[in-house]
Structures are given as C-alpha cells and as structure tokens.
C-alpha cells in the first residue's frame, strides 16, 4: 500500500490535510511526483515536509525553475518562482537550507518500480509530466480526440502503468486513447496486467477540475484509489495575498479550483 502526491505548489493548508489523511489509513509509504514548490506562500515547511514523509520525490518544472531557471513560466509564475528562490536562498539557518537545496538539486527525473501482478511483473513509472518530456510537457484530457498521434507516442514509451501529475486534472488515460474522469470510475481504477495505463494523481495544492478539494491517491492491492480533500485553502489566500511578489490570481483560483 503506498500513496501518491504531487503539485502541492508552496500550499501547507493542503499538505498537511493531505498527510493527516494518508496517515489515518495507516499508510506508510508516500511518493511525491514532483512541484513541491513554487505559486503558494509556504515553501519552506512544504519542502520540509515532503523530505521528511515521502520516500522519494521526482523533479517538477516548478521546482527546477527555483533551483535553476523558469522555463515558459507565464509571468506570474516566474515572479513567484523568483520569489520563492529568494525566500530559500535567504534561510539564515545553514542546515534547513542547505537541506533544501541538497533535496532540490538531487530530483530525478523519473523512478520506476516492479511489482508482481497476476504471476506477471509489471513496471510502474513515475514522472511529473510526460514520458517523453518528463518535466515540462502536458497531457492533456481532450488530447485523447485532438491528439491521438501523441497519445500513442506516450503510451509507446510506458510499459504498464505510469503515474504523472503537471495539468493537476485527475483521471485516467488508456491506451484506446481514452481517458477518465475519476468520478466515471467510481475514484477507482483496478491495475491489470494487460491494459496500459497514464494515470494523473491530481494535485494536493492548487487544482484544477473545478474542485477545489486537495487530490491525491493511494494504491492498495491493485487498485488505485482516487481521494479528494477539503482544506483551509481562505488561509492559503489570505497568505499569498499578503505577498506582493505572488500574484492575486494564483490565489483566488484556489476557491474555483481552477
Ligand atoms: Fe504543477
């Protein structure tokens, strides 16, 4: 049984609602795919709290734009990268900060793990973004009827099941192409060995299906369990508009879930 977050995007009201949750079901082990950082007021305690309780994180395009430099960040995005750079670089203790750094500079791009599955070995992988563009590309939902070429070029590259986050919509992409709202599953989606599988996590701090809840998931079995959360994401607001450098919107959207 393990459990997956990703984008949590500098929001501590949404980690730690998330965390407590993951904790109440008695598990233990927790993945991160990447986005730690970045739009929200709380980098510091969300970093360490991701170091802390995952196993393992991957890289977001959030997290290396603030370790080396944004790249086609729309200016919002870059002010609050900016900002979130000099908040970590201006840590006066020397052990957190470096800390956060060492944990920033050493993000894989993807890992991988086999499990036993129906006397077969199934490899799942985990990556922020995309297969083929593991930090930076989008898949997007309507890709399934505008893009199907893509669809196919991704799911060429993934061998049973890969886990992603990055357009922070849940749900599940099959290789038809397909895809999945989690609620057309019943926020179920059960791992078999002959169907490949993109499943997207959602995300923990700043979503966008229109449901402000946090979205993670957690596997139990075979299953892939889809979870969305209430939070105090007013506390989140009122923060990120106390912030000149953070921009408005990145705040109000988490009301819309947007
Ligand atoms: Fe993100």
């Given at each position: 049984m393990f ?11 949404a980690?730690?609602t ?5 904790e109440k079901r008695?598990i233990?082990t927790i993945?991160c ?6 739009y929200g ?7 360490d709290l991701v170091i ?7 890289l977001?395009?959030h997290?290396?734009?603030i370790?080396?430099e944004?790249t ?5 995005a870059e002010?609050a990268s900016f ?7 201006t840590?006066e ?14 993000l894989?791009m993807?890992?991988?793990?086999k499990v ?9 992988d985990?990556?922020?973004?995309s297969?083929?563009k593991?930090i930076?590309?989008y898949?997007?939902?309507d890709d399934?009827y505008t893009?199907?070429?893509k669809v196919?070029?991704?799911?060429d590259r993934v061998k ?5 986050g990055?357009?922070h ?7 038809e192409p397909d ?5 057309e599953?019943?926020?179920r989606?059960?791992i078999v ?5 993109i499943v997207?996590i959602?995300?923990v701090?700043?979503p966008?299906d229109?449901?402000n809840?946090?979205?993670?998931i957690?596997v ?9 959360l209430?939070?105090?994401f007013?506390?989140?607001i ?5 912030v000149?450098?953070?921009d408005?919107?990145?705040?109000e959207?988490?009301?819309d879930?947007r």
């Open positions: 459990a997956i977050i990703s984008d949590i995007h500098s929001n501590i009201e980690l730690t998330v965390l407590a949750d993951i008695g233990k993945y795919l990447g986005d730690v950082i970045g007021p709380d980098p510091k305690p969300c970093l802390e309780k995952t196993k393992w994180c991957v977001g395009n997290d290396y734009a370790f080396y944004p086609n960040f729309n200016y919002a002010q900002w979130t750079r000099e908040v970590l670089e840590e203790d020397k052990g957190p900060r470096e800390k956060r750094w060492d944990f920033l500079g050493h894989p993807r890992q991988s793990f036993k599955l129906d006397d077969e070995e199934m490899v799942i985990f990556l922020h973004a297969p083929r593991p930076n590309e898949i997007f939902p399934v893009n199907p070429i196919k070029s991704l799911f049973h099941v890969c886990f992603v990055h357009t919509l849940p749900g599940v992409f099959l290789d895809f999945y709202l989690p609620e599953l019943g926020d989606y059960p060995s002959d169907e490949k599988a997207n959602g995300s701090g700043q966008r229109k449901d809840r946090a979205s993670y957690y139990e079995d075979n299953e892939v369990n889809f979870v969305r209430e939070y105090d007013e506390t989140t009122e923060k990120i508009k106390a000149e450098q953070l408005n919107f990145n705040a959207r988490l009301r879930g």
